[in-house]
């Protein structure tokens, strides 16, 4: 599924928009395995800011994608940003099997 999303440059995750964080949740919430939940977690947060970030430039000439971007936060707050070095970052690892 990572793959899938980061593929294009982000483009289905951008197509998924806001309803992104709840696609992540249910991937972390159905799965039984610590391993998987541990990186599904790692990966919705970066991907949720790399979406965050994305609908906030948009919101400058779009009030769509502002209105959007203030919808995920507030469902979604606080919105914890990554704290992986560049070696562990699990954006790294995707953009490195997707190709990207």
């Not at 949720?48 to 959007?68: I, Q, V």
């Not at 979604?76 to 690892?93: D, E, G, V």
């Amino acid at each position: 599924m990572s793959t899938l999303l980061t593929k294009n440059n982000f483009k289905v995750l951008y197509d998924i928009g806001d309803d992104a964080p709840n696609i992540f949740f249910e991937i972390w919430y159905t799965s039984a395995n610590s391993t998987i939940r541990t990186y599904a977690k790692g990966v919705a947060k970066v991907l949720t800011h790399k979406l965050e970030a994305a609908l906030l430039k948009r919101a400058e000439t779009s009030r769509d994608a502002f209105f959007e971007a203030l919808f995920m936060h507030g469902r979604h707050s606080p919105l914890h940003r990554p704290q992986h070095s560049s070696a562990t970052h699990p954006i790294s690892s995707l953009q490195h099997m997707s190709g990207t």
